[in-house]
Every structure is written in structure tokens, then in C-alpha cells.
């Protein structure tokens, strides 16, 4: 098959997947068919440790549209899309995880909505089919996440997507920021929308280990903090520190009053102790804040500010 002529570019990360590969890619083909646009497969085999890779090679070996990337290991969905997206030709890019299954029937729709000015079209798993558990932590998690990011979606993390390809080529989607794909990409400007995806009945991942919610939580402050205060970081670490500072201050403050009106001792007072502590802890904070602009600043002229969409004349 001929690369250049290849308009829509079909991202699939899989792993122990092989009872539903053969109809996974029945019903991908089916649906882009119906495009009559020049299009291809890229599926990623991330470590699964059943039949998914052999059944992928014996469909490639029948359709040259659909090619097989090999992980040596369990890298993760971020590495599965990087790699993906590097090995892929088309400007409009599809992407589907194996950790969710929705009818890829949708997919035409999806693109259209590129068509109509979008640049990303998140998909929006409605119903929701899997553990009750799960789609509790998943509402308070895009609850927040839409608070703290400004992103009004339903389903920040849904694992279905359809982007330009400059989206996911000017954003950095390393580690667990693959989550947070559509909050990166409003930080440049770009035009995002959501679309309801029918998620399909079957085995689902339950996410029942409290680490899992820390780590989420975790990854939630970093991109708050990477979308608002990375170009700044004194204004966060600045301000706590000042806060603290000052909080401190005014106990020592208060306490050495108490002191020089011989109104009692302080020594040993568990105030004293707090007063010190956060003293100490407000400059700390400050620092770093000083460390982090220092660095920036130092880097400032390969950090690039902006977007541009277009130049005319």
C-alpha cells in the first residue's frame, strides 16, 4: 500500500486481546470502508501474553492496510500511541485502546466532526458498561479533572479519540499524561469536542487497588500545575511559601510579644515548634519556586509560548 495516499491513520493499542482481535477488525474495516478514503491499521501488541500478536500477523499477512507493531514489554498506552503515531502516515488519526470496548461503527461520525473545524473529538463512553466501582472513581476523576483544568468533558480519559495529527505531534503525551490529551491540547488552542461512543458489553478491568487512585490524584496535580504553572512556577511555590512565611512569622511574632510582657514562658510550646516549621517551610517553598523560574529561564529560548494556526500573506 502506498503511504502517501493514506488520509486516515487507525491507532489500536491491544494487550491480551485475543478474543476479540478478529472482531475488532471486522468491524474497523467495516466502518471505514464506507469512507471510500485511502486508510490504514496500526495496532500495537503491548506485551499481551495470550494469541493477540499471532492473530494480528495472520490478518496483515491478508491485508497489507494493517500493520503490527511488537512491544518486547508492557510499556502502556502512552508508548503504545508514541509508537503508533510514529510508524502511522494519515493527517487524521483515530486512536482506540483495548482497556475499552466501543463500537468502532462510530468512527465515521467522529471524523466528520475533524471536517466540521475540530481538531480533537473525544469519545464519550455512554452508556458505561463496566463495574460500578468503576465508573464511580471515573466521575469524580473527570469531576475534577474538569474543574481544575477548565475542560468541560464527560470523559477526559476515555481511551477513544479521533485528532489531527499536529494535535498529537505538539503535545507531549509521556507517562501518564496520555489521560489528559484533550486538557494538553486546549492548553494550545486547539478546537476539542466530545461525542458519545456506545461502549460494547464484555470483560472489564476492575480498578479495585488504592494506589491506582493515589497515582491518579498525583497525575491530576501535575497537569494542573504543567497547564497553568510551568512557565511560572513562582506563582504556585511563591505563593504557599509566602503563606507560610507569613503564618509563621506572625506566631513568632505573637509569641515573642508574649515573651517581652513576661506573660508566660514559651519554651516547648508546641506553637513555637509550628511557628519554626512553617518559617522554614514558606522559605524552602519560595526557593524552589526561584530554583524553578531559574531554570526557565535559563531555557526560555527553547520553550515555545505559542500556537499558530495559520499565516496568511
Given at each position: ?9 487507525i491507532l489500536v ?33 503491548d506485551?499481551?501474553?495470550d494469541?493477540t500478536?499471532?492473530?494480528?500477523l495472520?490478518?496483515a ?28 502516515s ?15 461503527m ?9 471536517d466540521?473545524?475540530?481538531?480533537l ?21 473527570n ?6 483544568s ?6 477526559i ?9 499536529e ?7 509521556y507517562?501518564d ?20 461512543v ?26 494542573f500545575f ?5 512557565k511560572?512556577p ?19 511574632l505573637?509569641?515573642?510579644?508574649y ?14 515548634i ?9 522559605i524552602q ?11 526557565i529561564?535559563?531555557?526560555a ?13
Amino acid at each position: 500500500m502506498d503511504k502517501s495516499t493514506v488520509k486516515i491513520s487507525i491507532l489500536v493499542s491491544l494487550y491480551n486481546f485475543a478474543e476479540n482481535v478478529q472482531g475488532l477488525y471486522d468491524s474497523l474495516v467495516g466502518s471505514l470502508e464506507s469512507l471510500e478514503q485511502a486508510f490504514e491499521i496500526v495496532s500495537v501488541d503491548d506485551g499481551s501474553q495470550d494469541d493477540t500478536l499471532k492473530q494480528l500477523l495472520q490478518l496483515a499477512n491478508r491485508d497489507a492496510r494493517l500493520r503490527v507493531i511488537r512491544m518486547r514489554d508492557t510499556f502502556g498506552e502512552a508508548a503504545a500511541l508514541e509508537a503508533a503515531l510514529h510508524y502511522s502516515s494519515g493527517e487524521k488519526i483515530v486512536y482506540l485502546s483495548g482497556r475499552v470496548l466501543v463500537n468502532p461503527m462510530i468512527i465515521p461520525d467522529m471524523l466528520k466532526q475533524l471536517d466540521h473545524g475540530y481538531d480533537l473529538v473525544m469519545g464519550w463512553r455512554y452508556p458505561r458498561r463496566d463495574f460500578l466501582l468503576n465508573r464511580a472513581i471515573s466521575r469524580l476523576f473527570n469531576r475534577l479533572a474538569s474543574r481544575l483544568s477548565k475542560v468541560r468533558l464527560h470523559d477526559i480519559n476515555s481511551g477513544v479519540f479521533a485528532a489531527r495529527r499536529e494535535v498529537l505531534e505538539k503535545i507531549s503525551i509521556y507517562g501518564d499524561l496520555y489521560n489528559f490529551i484533550p486538557v494538553l491540547a486546549s492548553q494550545q488552542g486547539y478546537k476539542i469536542t466530545e461525542t458519545k461512543v456506545e461502549q460494547l458489553p464484555g470483560a472489564f478491568r476492575m480498578s479495585r487497588y488504592p494506589t491506582e487512585y493515589i497515582q491518579r490524584f498525583l497525575d491530576i496535580i501535575t497537569v494542573f500545575f504543567l497547564t497553568r504553572y510551568s512557565k511560572k512556577p513562582i506563582h504556585l511555590m511563591g505563593f504557599f511559601g509566602a503563606l507560610f512565611f507569613l503564618t509563621g512569622f506572625i506566631i513568632e511574632l505573637y509569641l515573642g510579644i508574649y515573651r517581652l510582657l513576661q506573660l508566660g514562658p514559651i519554651a516547648g510550646r508546641p506553637l513555637l515548634i509550628l511557628g519554626a516549621l512553617l518559617l522554614v517551610i514558606g522559605i524552602q517553598m519560595i526557593t524552589i519556586g526561584l530554583l524553578g523560574e531559574m531554570i526557565i529561564f535559563t531555557h526560555a529560548g527553547e520553550i515555545e509560548e505559542y500556537n499558530i494556526e495559520e499565516v496568511i500573506n
